[in-house]
């Protein structure tokens, strides 16, 4: 059984950027996708990024400042998150998928972005 726990999320004002890591208690690298998702106040929780080996995708809102990347070596998945606006404030979970061991999400870490 594979824990992932969030880290770096925070306070931080429009403009800024934070640095999310998702970090793995056991090997990333049979992974076949790694995602990054996120909820907002009364919202259903939406995808942000995926990575599939080197492959990445990106939702349109956050298309051009969030680059999605992965280190096997550390285990971590991270998100590099650049000119945050209010609307990117939310809850961000980590999401690794398997087709052999199944899904497994993190605890989340909250980003807040004040305008």
């Known amino acids: 059984q594979v824990q992932l726990v969030e880290s770096g999320g925070g306070l931080v004002q429009a403009g800024g950027s934070l640095r999310l890591s998702c970090k793995a208690s056991?090997?990333?690298?049979?992974?076949?996708?790694l995602r990054w998702y996120r909820q907002a106040p009364g919202k259903q929780r939406e995808l942000v990024a995926t990575?599939?080996?080197?492959?990445?995708n990106y939702a349109d809102s956050v298309k051009a400042r969030f680059t999605i990347s992965r280190d096997n070596a550390e285990n971590t998945v991270y998100l590099q998150m650049n000119s945050l606006k209010p609307e990117d404030t939310a809850i961000y979970y980590c999401?690794?998928?398997?087709?052999?061991?199944?899904?497994?999400w993190g605890q989340g870490t909250q980003v807040t972005v004040s305008s």
């Open positions: 056991g090997s990333i690298f049979s992974f076949d996708a």
């Open positions: 999401n690794a998928y398997s087709t052999m061991s199944g899904v497994y």
């Open positions: 990575i599939i080996r080197g492959a990445t």
